[in-house]
């Protein structure tokens, strides 16, 4: 009996690293309702490696865990709005794979799905007990934006200090995702800067929250936490230790 374990990396990771590899990093779509929008990405392989893609629903836990999930599974997938026209291809040295969106009327905000890419390959021989295959595979983000109806919100619904760290939470309350940086200052008695540090930088889809946690030198008197997303502004939080 043999399991098969997916080691999934975003589509940013070079195809050197995997053995093959997409172009964009990303696909982001612009999509009234009812209006046909065609997309594609560009998949390369320096050896003829067959591949299978399949859209897939996706999310990221608050501890920064991402999940795979079947297609049609949250409330803002994209997955049931896209057509894909090839299942199978070898890139020899590259292939394109292409997409067809149609989002449906009252569709509002931002919608996101995934195509994932793995190795289409043979089972390996069956033999007694269990044997784990660990195959690399590519998610590819998708993201689709309905212009004229974002409502970007985002919150620090909680930020402290406990003992030798900063704990904090971000909360998009909003209808779009949110690509978010979270800067984290700390400063001496003097005002000086101790440490700067990037606690975070990723997505932020609506109604999802993040966890930011990071330590604190002991010179540190004080905190500093700046949270930036473009169209939700700015947010700064600052205590004493």
């Known amino acids: 009996m043999r399991a098969i374990a997916l080691a999934i990396l975003l589509s940013l990771t070079p195809a050197r690293a995997l053995g093959f590899g997409v172009a964009p990093a990303e696909?982001?779509?612009?999509?009234?309702?009812?209006?046909?929008i065609p997309a594609g990405i560009t998949v390369f392989s320096p050896d003829p490696l067959p591949l299978r893609a399949r859209l897939v629903d996706?999310?990221?836990?608050?501890?920064?865990?991402?999940?795979?999930?079947?297609?049609a599974s949250l409330p803002r997938s994209l997955a049931p709005y896209?057509?894909?026209?090839?299942?199978?291809?070898?890139?020899?040295?590259?292939?394109?794979?292409?997409?067809?969106?149609?989002?449906?009327?009252?569709?509002?905000?931002?919608?996101?799905?995934?195509?994932?890419?793995?190795p289409d390959l043979p089972p390996?021989?069956?033999?007694?007990?269990?044997?784990?295959?660990?195959q690399a595979a590519?998610?590819?983000p998708i993201y689709a934006r309905v212009p004229g109806t974002a409502r970007p919100e985002l919150r620090l619904a909680e930020a402290r200090i406990a003992g030798d760290g900063l704990r904090a939470l971000l909360e998009n309350r909003g209808n779009v995702y949110l690509k978010v940086r979270a800067w984290l200052t700390a400063l001496a008695p003097d005002g000086a800067i101790v440490r700067e540090v990037l606690v975070l930088e990723d997505v932020l889809f609506p109604g999802a929250s993040r966890q930011l946690e990071a330590e604190l030198p002991p010179e540190a008197g004080a905190v500093?936490?700046?949270?930036?997303?473009?169209?939700?502004?700015?947010?700064?939080?600052?205590?004493?230790?």
Do not use: F, K, M, Q
């Open 124 to 134: 390996g021989p069956a033999g007694p007990g269990l044997a784990l295959d660990v």
């Open 27 to 36: 696909t982001v779509l612009i999509a009234s309702p009812g209006v046909r």
């Open 58 to 71: 996706w999310r990221i836990h608050p501890d920064g865990e991402v999940e795979l999930l079947p297609p």
């Open 224 to 241: 500093r936490l700046v949270v930036e997303a473009p169209g939700a502004g700015r947010l700064l939080w600052e205590a004493g230790r």
């Open 82 to 118: 896209l057509e894909l026209r090839e299942r199978r291809l070898v890139p020899r040295p590259e292939a394109r794979l292409n997409l067809t969106l149609r989002l449906p009327p009252g569709a509002e905000g931002s919608y996101h799905a995934a195509l994932l890419l793995v």
């Open 138 to 140: 590519i998610l590819h």
